[in-house]
């Protein structure tokens, strides 16, 4: 139970500063800059959005993995 909770925190608090990053490259940072402040945020966004997918996608690999390896050990 204990484990789940701090694994719940983690991920909450990993949602929780998404918003805090800075995800741009210096040529969406000078794109941004000319647009202003509220399309800038939105751009800076929808990149952390997009780069989240691979993330979840490769974690959800790795947990696989893990699980399995797990499976093999108790045999």
């Not at 647009?35 to 993330?55: E, H, K, Q, R, V």
Request: charged share 15%; net charge positive.
């Amino acid at each position: 139970m204990r484990k789940r909770l701090v694994y719940l925190f983690c991920i909450t608090l990993c949602g929780f500063s998404v918003q805090l990053a800075q995800a741009q490259c210096s040529i969406c940072t000078k794109t941004a800059s000319q647009l202003g402040d509220g399309p800038a945020s939105a751009l800076n966004s929808a990149i952390l959005y997009l780069a989240a997918a691979p993330f979840a996608i490769m974690g959800y690999i790795g947990w696989k993995w893990w699980k399995n390896e797990k499976e093999l050990e108790k045999k």
